[in-house]
Structures are given as structure tokens and as C-alpha cells.
């Protein structure tokens, strides 16, 4: 009888295992945040004595972009002047006259409606005449030079370095070529120096192109600031960082480009939504994570879980064309101590503009009177203190 | 009821399984503070909720194996 009785304390132990240090602390009400720019969500939980969950924002300064690797783009070089490392595009001794000098890839798709940022060097420059120089970046869909794209009317745009007589100094400047015309803007009076890194952000929505350069990437207080309406709301292909300009007079020029991110885009690729946190209290029966996305769908969208150990890693992915949830069980929960949540939004609709009312919610409910047992420490008990346990019986039975 | 020689034997073996108590607890307690049991490993269980339950499990063991004897012997 007493065997019975302590065996039923016992089961009823297990089933009424405190969760108190578990509990998840989270706000009472919803926390419903939005965010426009590329960010980085991590929940995490961690069972101890001050255990929390919740979604936090990442500094910025710890979101990890994801850079253009260079040495995957095709060069056109025969002059030898290009080359590359995995974040760098380097042109040395680049000349004016150079014909069919550039270095593209392809991103169809993508470049109809971008932000695009890098950073960019001159390191060395000839300063004998005061003339377009090279284009540091050109979008276009005919790979060529410059001159060769616009003689033949060859839409294309982009910045434009333009250099001075007797002065290192040299402008960055907004242009486009369409039908044979060049167009640009910029204040050409606002130079720009040698051996000094610049971080340029390019930007088109629609037919308006913006240029930011500021010596920091924050780009609260741009040294330029220039805006260009395009002709055309042009939707090709072909990214050239650098392209040559291929014109008269030989004058050469050095640099690099550096860290290009195309990570955030409208139209192409944007990360957007609204974060809700929700009462646990509420939802005492539950013991998930639920992840979804509600409200106007967008084609092609997609939330993404990362593991701890990285943030490329996915383990979970919703694709349902804009709509969908997926539940995780407490047991990934547990396996993972932290979670990375990315939300993507994709669409191939150029002409709309990715808009979700609720993106993005989660909840996390814990009942706190009926947790699982878990295999790990029922293992632990059975091998320490059976072991010892069988040592005792065999000492007691010999008194 | 009696306890064995006057009692001496289940006192004998009480302390026997309460010292193995003290040992099992102990290396708990050290697994615990030294990262051979991790929090990753304990789930959604805590170090105390292992105590408990190892305090439990010795409780039973006692029981069984030393009290319930001296109780059929008489």
C-alpha cells in the first residue's frame, strides 16, 4: 500500500513538474513593431532562472549582409585592367579610350526597383582634363562601354565619375543615356577626393534614381544628394561595376568598388512587416511557436527560421504565396536555444509594392502544470542513481 | 513491530542509502555546475526539477529496499 501511495506522489510529480523557471516573459500586451529596412528578428528562450522569449531586434550593426560576390561576375577585360576578390571589384590603370572594359552580372528582375549600397575608392587619377572618366556602376541591358551603349542608343544608367583638370578632386554623378542623349544631374562644385573611401547608396523606384554619398553608412548628412528622373522605368538586367568609358583622349584611373549589397529592393526583394508579441496568459494551453503571415498577400512571400549557429541556415521555410502559418512544436523550440527570423518577402510584380497588414505573428504559450517529460534527464537519473542504487542494494543486502 | 536486531540493522542501512543520497545528489549537483549537464540537455526541465525527482527515486529506493524488508521480516 505504501508502495502505492508514494508511486502515485511520484507520477503526480511528474506530471506537476514546475515550469516556473521556464516561463516565458513576455508583455502582457501586444508589441507591434514595423520595420522597413533589412533587420535581423531573433527569439530565443533559455530555461534558467531568468529565462525570457520574445523577438528582439538585432543592433544593427550585428545584421550580416549579403554582399555581391565579385569573383562570380564575367569580365570583359581584355586590357587587363579588372580584378577581383569576393568583396571587391578593382580596376587599375583604367583609360578613358579603353574599349569593352567592365565587369557584370545578371539580375534580372531585380534591378527595376532597388537600393543598392557600396563603397567606393579612386586611388589614383590623371588629372590632366576635365571629362567623363568612367562609370563606377551602370545598369544596363546591352553590355558594353558607355559610349558604345549610348552612340547606339542603348538605354543605361547609373553614376558617373567625372574628373578635373589640375585637380585630383572628381565628381559622382547621377546619369542616364537614352536614345543617344546623355542626362545627369549633380553639383559639380561638390568634388569628391582621392584616396578617400566613399559610401554611395543608389536607389530607383520607378523612374526616380537617387544617389547618396556620405562618408558613413548611415547616410544622414550625404555629402551629395542627387535625384534623377529617368526616361524610361527601365527593367534590364545587367549590373557593370566598373564599365570603361571608352572615348578620346587617354587618361587613366584607379579605385575599387567595394561591398555592394543589394539586399534591399521593392518590386524585387523586400523585407517588411509587422511583429506582434503575444500574451502567453492568454494562451495557457499552448506550447508552440506559430509563425504566419496574415492580411494582403503578396505573391512569392516567405519567412524563414535560421538556426543558432548561423544566419543562413534555414530549417523552416514558409512559402504559400503570401499566406500561411506553421507551427513549431516545443520540441524544436527546446533543440534550438536560439532563433533567427528572417522574414522575405519576394514578388515578381514590379508594379506593386509589397504591403501586408499583419505579416508576421508569433505566440508561445506554456501550461505550466502539465509538461513533458524529457528523455534527456529521465536518462540522467536512471544511470546515476541506478548505478548507485544497485551499489546500495548490494551493500544492504550483506548487512 | 520489529526492527531487525533491536532495530540496529534498518538504522544501519538507512544511513548506507541515505549517504548514496548524498553521493547521487552530489554528482548531480557537480555534472550540473561543471557543464557535463547542460540546460541544453535538461530541455524543459530545470537542475532542480533533477533534484527533485533524484530525491524521489531515493525516497522509493528506500522504501523498497530497506523499509518494506524490515517490515515483512517483523
Redesign the interface.
Known amino acids: 500500500m505504501l508502495v502505492v501511495i508514494i508511486c502515485y506522489f511520484m507520477i503526480q510529480e511528474l506530471n506537476n513538474i514546475s515550469f516556473a523557471n521556464c516561463d516565458y516573459n513576455i508583455s502582457s500586451v501586444y508589441q507591434k513593431t514595423e520595420f522597413n529596412t533589412t533587420k535581423w528578428v531573433q527569439a530565443y528562450h533559455n530555461c534558467t532562472l531568468n529565462t525570457t522569449i520574445g523577438l528582439f531586434y538585432l543592433d544593427e550593426s550585428a545584421i550580416v549582409p549579403i554582399y555581391d560576390d565579385f569573383t562570380t561576375w564575367i569580365e570583359s577585360d581584355a586590357s587587363g585592367r579588372l580584378s577581383q576578390t569576393s568583396k571587391r571589384s578593382t580596376f587599375i590603370n583604367l583609360n578613358r579610350i579603353d574599349d569593352n572594359i567592365y565587369l557584370y552580372v545578371a539580375k534580372a528582375g531585380e534591378l527595376q526597383n532597388f537600393v543598392a549600397t557600396s563603397r567606393f575608392k579612386i586611388t589614383a587619377i590623371d588629372n590632366s582634363a576635365t571629362t567623363i572618366r568612367m562609370m563606377p556602376l551602370t545598369i544596363t541591358d546591352t553590355r558594353d562601354d558607355y559610349t558604345d551603349n549610348k552612340v547606339g542608343g542603348k538605354p543605361q544608367f547609373g553614376i558617373q565619375l567625372r574628373s578635373w583638370s589640375s585637380s585630383t578632386a572628381y565628381n559622382l554623378l547621377l546619369y542616364e543615356t537614352n536614345s543617344g542623349n546623355l542626362y545627369y544631374t549633380g553639383d559639380t562644385s561638390n568634388r569628391l577626393n582621392v584616396n578617400v573611401l566613399y559610401y554611395v547608396r543608389l536607389t530607383k523606384s520607378g523612374t526616380a534614381l537617387n544617389l547618396l554619398v556620405d562618408n558613413d553608412d548611415d547616410f544622414s548628412s550625404p555629402i551629395n544628394n542627387y535625384n534623377l528622373v529617368l526616361h524610361s522605368n527601365y527593367n534590364i538586367q545587367y549590373i557593370l561595376i566598373p564599365q570603361s568609358a571608352q572615348a578620346s583622349g587617354a587618361l587613366s584611373i584607379s579605385g575599387y568598388s567595394e561591398y555592394l549589397d543589394f539586399g534591399l529592393t521593392t518590386g524585387g526583394y523586400e523585407e517588411k512587416g509587422v511583429i506582434y508579441t503575444k500574451d502567453l496568459l492568454a494562451n495557457t494551453t499552448e506550447k508552440s511557436l506559430i509563425i504566419g503571415i496574415n492580411g494582403t498577400a503578396q505573391s512569392n512571400t516567405r519567412i524563414r527560421l535560421y538556426t543558432s549557429t548561423d544566419n543562413t541556415t534555414w530549417f523552416i521555410q514558409i512559402d504559400n504565396n503570401g499566406l500561411g502559418q506553421q507551427e513549431l512544436y516545443e520540441e524544436i523550440l527546446y533543440e534550438y536555444s536560439t532563433l533567427y527570423v528572417r522574414v522575405n518577402i519576394t514578388t515578381t510584380d514590379n508594379a506593386k509594392t509589397p504591403y501586408l497588414d499583419e505579416l508576421f505573428y508569433y505566440y508561445v504559450g506554456v501550461d505550466g502544470d502539465s509538461g513533458t517529460i524529457a528523455a534527456y534527464p529521465i536518462a540522467i537519473i536512471l544511470i546515476i542513481c541506478g548505478s548507485l542504487m544497485a551499489l546500495t542494494y548490494v551493500g544492504i543486502r550483506k548487512r | 513491530m520489529k526492527w531487525g536486531k533491536g532495530g540496529a ?1 534498518f538504522i ?2 538507512s544511513v ?2 541515505f549517504l ?1 543520497w548524498i ?2 545528489t552530489t ?2 549537483s557537480i ?1 550540473y555546475s561543471s557543464n557535463v ?1 547542460t ?8 537542475i ?3 533534484l ?3 530525491h ?6 528506500w ?6 524488508p524490515e517490515m515483512k521480516r517483523g
Not at chain 2, 39 to 46: E, I, K, P
Open positions: 540493522t544501519r542501512k548506507f542509502v548514496s553521493i547521487c554528482i548531480l555534472a549537464i540546460d541544453a540537455v535538461l530541455g524543459n526541465w530545470t532542480i526539477n533533477l527533485y525527482m533524484n524521489y527515486l531515493w525516497i522509493g529506493f522504501i523498497i529496499a530497506v523499509v518494506m
